[in-house]
C-alpha cells in the first residue's frame, strides 16, 4: 500500500512476490498446514484492483478462490479461507462482467462462504465489512447496518474504518433517521478530518427534514469540501450538491 501512495507501482507487486514465495517456503516446509494456502489466497486477492483489464482481474481472483479451495481441502472450517473464496466471489460480481445466470451463482456463493466464515469466527472485522458491503448491494440496509456496526465495534482502526463510517452514515441518511446519521458523519469528521466525504455529509444532514437550515454554514462547508477534493473528483460531485441547494 505504501508502495502505492507513492506511484511505485514496480514495488508494490514485488513486495507481494515476496510474500508468496516465502508462504510457497511454507507450504513445502509443512504440506498438511492450511495457513500458509489462506495467507497465499490473501496475497493473490489484495492486488486485483491493479492488475490490469477486466480479464486479467477475474483470472487474480479466481486464483484467490483455488488457493482458499485447497486450504479448505485440508481444513474444511478455516474461517480464513472462507473468507477469501466468499470476498474474491464477491468482487467478480461486483465487475458486472459475467450473465446473469453466472452473477446469481457467484453473490450466493460469495455470501454463503462470508456468512460461514463469520460464524466461525466472529472476531473477523474485514468480513463483517464485507457482508455489510454486499447486504448493502442486494437491498437488504438493516443487515447491512448490523454488520457494519458490528463491523466497527470489533476493529474501529480497520483499515477501510473511514468507509465504514461512511457506509453508514449513507444508510442511516437514507432511511431519514437523523440522529443516527448525525452520530456516524460525526465520528468520521472526528476521526478522519481530512476526508473530504465528512464534510459532505455535514451538507447532506442539511437537507434532512429534522435539520435546521443555514444556508451561509452550508456554503462555508461547500467550499472546504471542494478545497479538500482531488481535483479529478471535484466536478460531478460538487455539481450534484450545487443542484441540492439551487
Known sequence: AEALREGDGEGYFEAWDLAEEALLRARTAAPEWAEPLVLRAQVA???????????EQIETL????ELANEALAIEPDNAGALEWRGTARYARWLLEADD???LDRLIVAAREALER?????????????TLSHLYFNVDEAFDG????????ARHAFLSVADAILWRLFE???DLNEYGDAEEWCLEGRDRFPDNFRFVQCQ????????????????WALYDEMASM????????????????FI
Open 45 to 55: 486477492y489484495e492486488p486485483w484492483r491493479y492488475v490490469g483489464g477486466v480479464d
Open 62 to 65: 479466481e486464483r484467490a478462490v
Open 100 to 102: 446473469d445466470d453466472e
Open 117 to 129: 466464515s463469520s460464524t466461525l469466527d466472529d472476531s473477523r472485522a474485514s468480513v463483517k465489512n
Open 145 to 152: 447496518i448490523v454488520k457494519a456496526r458490528e463491523a466497527y
Open 171 to 173: 444508510a442511516q441518511y
Open 203 to 218: 451538507i447532506y444532514l442539511m437537507t434532512m427534514r429534522q435539520a435546521r437550515p443555514d444556508v451561509a454554514r452550508a
Open 229 to 244: 477534493m482531488p481535483v479529478g473528483e471535484q466536478s460531478e460531485l460538487i455539481q450534484g450538491i450545487t443542484r441540492t
